[in-house]
């Protein structure tokens, strides 16, 4: 297959790529013109325009959730899919949102005939390892009137939970914002109704933050552990927020949706308030042999 043309920025998107790999155990797959269609193909898509993998959904759903009937199956596959036209890109992203996170409710027949209802997981929140992580470069998306690249698509269980929009180093990320992000929620919708989170970077420097923040909004993330001396670093922010564990315990523990404003906004916490939540969880834990004390949060 014809690779695409080189650039500056796509050297960015194949070492970040190589990273997640590598460093982070991510699989890693080249789509651009290497990807077919159909349920054997590369990624399982039947076209360009599905965003979600549903061949490996249901898997991950079945092995998760074992000896139940296809049907219920096929149930939390639909809902976790299905989106209602009039429903608002934020609207749809909480309600996926809130869905992943506790769990699809089916209703089903077992052998006696009897109904069942049932919450099926759709992540192994505690075994990072049960979930099967994929970083897709060049990925097309067709919408309604357009067709789009993302650069770097992060699919855990076949959903697209992470946005990745790189630029080289002689570029501004802010140009990744509004000459990209800006656009692709604009044309291809649909590919952020079960993101988690957007990073921005341009091989240096890197910013986190989620389908409706604002450029400003958009945070660093320079520390691993507290009172380490903060790095303005790609490289921090790749090993904070999708080293598999952190990035499961972001999307379960740290994310909320706040109305005040008369729009609903989805914020993501920053890498402090990541940091001191999980230290004091981990005061709690380790209480006995402090004899009693939690230190200071």
Request: hydrophobic letters at 40%.
């Given at each position: 297959?014809?690779?695409?043309?080189?650039?500056?920025?796509?050297?960015?998107?194949?070492?970040?790529?190589?990273?997640?790999?590598?460093?982070?155990?991510?699989?890693?797959?080249?789509?651009?013109?290497?990807?077919?269609?159909?349920?054997?193909?590369?990624?399982?898509?039947?076209?360009?325009?599905?965003?979600?993998?549903?061949?490996?959904?249901?898997?991950?759903?079945?092995?998760?959730?074992p000896?139940?009937?296809?049907?219920?199956?096929?149930?939390?596959?639909?809902?976790?899919?299905?989106?209602?036209?009039?429903?608002?890109?934020?609207?749809?992203?909480?309600?996926?949102?809130?869905?992943?996170?506790?769990?699809?409710?089916?209703?089903?027949?077992?052998?006696?005939?009897?109904?069942?209802?049932?919450?099926?997981r759709?992540?192994?929140?505690?075994?990072?390892?049960?979930?099967?992580?994929?970083?897709?470069?060049?990925?097309?998306?067709?919408?309604?009137?357009?067709?789009?690249?993302?650069?770097?698509?992060?699919?855990?269980n076949?959903?697209?939970?992470?946005?990745?929009?790189?630029?080289?180093?002689?570029?501004?990320?802010?140009?990744?914002?509004?000459?990209n992000?800006?656009?692709?929620?604009?044309?291809?919708?649909?590919?952020?109704?079960?993101?988690?989170?957007?990073?921005?970077?341009?091989?240096?420097?890197?910013?986190?933050?989620?389908?409706?923040?604002?450029?400003?909004?958009?945070?660093?993330?320079k520390?691993?552990?507290e009172?380490?001396?903060?790095v303005?670093?790609?490289?921090?922010?790749?090993?904070?927020?999708?080293?598999?564990?952190?990035?499961?315990?972001?999307?379960?523990?740290?994310?909320?949706?706040?109305?005040?404003?008369?729009?609903?906004?989805?914020?993501?916490?920053?890498?402090?308030?990541?940091?001191?939540?999980?230290?004091?969880?981990?005061?709690?834990?380790?209480?006995k042999?402090?004899?009693?004390?939690?230190?200071?949060?």
């Open positions: 297959m014809i690779p695409a043309p080189y650039t500056e920025d796509t050297l960015v998107q194949q070492t970040t790529a190589e990273y997640m790999e590598q460093e982070l155990g991510w699989e890693s797959v080249y789509a651009y013109n290497n990807e077919d269609f159909g349920p054997d193909s590369l990624l399982g898509r039947e076209s360009d325009r599905e965003v979600v993998l549903t061949r490996t959904l249901r898997a991950k759903i079945e092995e998760l959730n000896g139940l009937p296809a049907t219920a199956y096929e149930d939390a596959v639909r809902q976790i899919v299905t989106v209602s036209a009039s429903q608002t890109m934020a609207a749809t992203n909480r309600e996926k949102h809130e869905l992943i996170k506790d769990g699809v409710q089916v209703t089903f027949r077992n052998a006696k005939g009897e109904r069942v209802r049932r919450r099926l759709v992540f192994d929140f505690d075994v990072p390892e049960n979930n099967h992580f994929l970083c897709v470069r060049e990925l097309w998306v067709r919408g309604d009137l357009y067709r789009r690249r993302a650069d770097i698509v992060g699919f855990v076949g959903l697209p939970l992470l946005f990745m929009e790189l630029k080289n180093v002689s570029k501004d990320i802010r140009a990744a914002y509004e000459q992000f800006l656009d692709y929620k604009d044309t291809v919708p649909h590919l952020f109704h079960h993101n988690a989170m957007v990073v921005l970077a341009n091989g240096v420097d890197a910013k986190l933050g989620s389908l409706t923040s604002r450029f400003e909004h958009f945070a660093e993330w520390r691993l552990v009172n380490q001396p903060g303005v670093a790609m490289e921090t922010l790749l090993k904070g927020v999708c080293a598999k564990a952190n990035f499961l315990d972001l999307v379960e523990n740290f994310i909320v949706f706040d109305d005040s404003a008369g729009e609903s906004r989805k914020i993501l916490a920053r890498n402090h308030q990541f940091l001191g939540v999980n230290r004091a969880i981990e005061a709690v834990r380790d209480r042999s402090r004899d009693g004390k939690l230190g200071v949060f």
